[in-house]
């Protein structure tokens, strides 16, 4: 598409969002985020007048934490904020990238695509070029592209910016291939792509922003990846709360989140060899939650595993293999890095217990959702809540204190949303209330408690975007305006 033609159609519809964005988005604030982003673009790479432009966008989980690497499922939605990409092909095999926020990178397609050092932006980029690679080969990938990235998404928010990310630079880096791909194929090839980054996450985050649907909650199950769509209980709106204390997914967030998975690994491993289970049919619990059904799951686990965190030694032991086998299959994570002992252990049954409830959670809540009935859902985020808090500890004090308030102020229900240790809550409020909840929430935490949290109440200071914000389900990621068109 010609760029003065899109930034003119732009101009001429603002404020309204109307024809295909209006079927995509709800808000209208893209027109303005599209127009910045392709002036930028203009300033950046000036000569190039055809552009391709795409979004990816990001997601609120409603229920269903750490489940997805276990091969269970979870119930997200796709949100109107998402990562814009304005691009076009190069003569070259030069891929060069561009962000108003971060400093530009430029790297070659030849060989296996050398890493940024951890925590650079351009190493989701890396991923999701290398992701495309490692699916279609090295041989249909050889043409660079410039392209200038636009995140309407707040960083380390649980709202899943890294995967939006991901999943915007594989979309580019096929469309510049000429190459097409199911979103379903697409959404695996970008998750193993994401583990290029060191994180040993799931599906879910890429699932949703590739299949997300407007108006619909999604559930979605893994392995093989299937998704079934449903609308919110009516007079109910989903709200995200910012406590502005950031998970960044690269630091300390980043081993907590991977140790997570490791016990997860653990349990299983320990059950396959208490039960006698044919280890090479098992690759997750989630195998073993559908082999034996939840209710004898969980009797098995209280039988087998003990309350206490668990030692590396004891484990060893436990699992009938020397220490060093040990550090071989559950010491490091996905990029090599150590995964240290945990200071409380090994904790096999509180995660374990935590990941068969939370199944049954959204099992209730599909369920909920088909009955229209808003407070069964919200009962269900609460014992999520718990369950995440208590079993799994994810959470953080700021989110502690923003999910009591919710709840004080008239929420359904509350309760941390992705993979936690700060970022955001998600609230279900019936609307009649929500004009007097979210004027008690923006009191109460972000006058009054975020002052207990300096670095956030910082951030909060520091940043413009609202931290308290009313969401309706999006549609997944998509092309806006075509290449060549
Ligand atoms: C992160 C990961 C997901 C999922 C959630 C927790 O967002 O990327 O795969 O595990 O945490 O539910």
């Known amino acids: 598409m010609k760029l003065q033609e899109v930034l003119n159609g732009l101009k001429n519809r603002y404020p309204q969002v109307t024809g295909p964005l209006g079927e995509i988005y709800n808000n209208t ?28 966008p990001g997601r609120v989980n409603l229920i269903g934490e750490h489940t997805d690497y276990n091969g269970l499922p ?11 990409v304005a691009f076009s092909p190069r003569e070259d095999n030069l891929v060069k990238i561009v ?29 999701g070029v290398q992701g495309i690679i490692d699916s279609v080969g090295r041989k249909k990938v050889t043409r660079g592209f410039n392209a200038c990235f636009y995140g309407v998404l707040p960083t380390s928010a649980g709202l899943s910016s890294s995967s939006s990310l991901v999943v915007a630079t594989g979309m580019t880096a096929l469309r510049v291939a000429g190459l097409e791909m199911e979103p379903v194929e697409l959404a695996g090839a970008m998750a193993r792509a994401e583990q290029y980054t060191g994180i040993d996450c799931g599906e879910m985050d890429q699932a ?5 649907e407007k108006d619909m909650a999604l559930k979605i199950d893994f392995f093989p990846l299937r998704v079934q769509t449903t609308p919110l209980p009516p007079d109910y709106t989903v709200v995200v709360a910012n406590s502005m204390v950031e998970a960044a997914k690269t630091l300390n967030a980043k081993i907590a989140y991977n140790t997570r998975h490791t016990v997860c ?6 059950l396959c ?27 098995e686990m209280k039988k087998h595993f003990k309350w206490h965190g668990y030692s590396r030694l004891e484990l060893a032991a436990e699992l009938g293999i020397t220490l060093e086998q040990f550090e071989q299959r559950f010491g490091g994570s996905v990029d090599g890095e150590t995964i240290p002992e945990p200071d409380c252990g090994y904790k096999l049954l509180a995660r374990a217990r935590h990941v068969v409830t939370e199944t049954g959670r959204v099992e209730q809540a599909l369920e909920a959702l088909h009955n229209g009935d808003g407070q069964w859902f919200g009962r269900l985020m609460n014992e999520s809540y718990y369950s995440c808090r208590d079993n799994y500890e994810i959470s953080h004090p700021a989110i502690d204190d923003l999910v009591a308030i919710a709840l ?29 909840f979210m004027a008690e929430v923006r009191q109460r935490y972000f006058e009054d408690a975020i002052h207990a949290y300096p670095e956030a109440h910082l951030r909060y200071r520091e940043k413009s975007a609202s931290p308290l914000l009313a969401l309706k389900p999006s549609c997944g990621a998509r092309m806006l305006y075509e290449l060549g068109s």
């Open 208 to 212: 949703v922003s590739l299949l997300g």
């Open 74 to 84: 979870v119930m997200p939605m796709a949100i109107d904020y998402d990562i814009l």
């Open 273 to 299: 060899r208490r039960l006698e289970l044919d280890s090479t049919k098992i690759r997750r619990l989630g195998d073993i939650f559908y082999e034996l059904g939840p209710e004898r799951l969980l009797t």
């Open 265 to 270: 690994k653990l349990a299983t491993a320990l």
């Open 29 to 56: 604030e893209v027109t303005d985020h599209l127009t910045r982003l392709l002036v930028t673009f203009a300033e950046r790479f000036p000569g190039e007048s055809d552009v391709g432009v795409l979004r990816a």
């Open 408 to 436: 004080e102020a008239g929420a359904a229900g509350s309760r941390l949303t992705g993979a936690g240790f700060g970022g955001c809550t998600v609230s279900l409020v019936a609307d009649h209330k929500l004009e007097s």
């Open 99 to 127: 962000n108003p926020e971060f400093p530009d990178r430029e790297f070659e397609l030849a060989g296996k695509i050398e890493r940024y050092s951890s925590g650079d932006w351009g190493n989701y980029v890396v991923a």
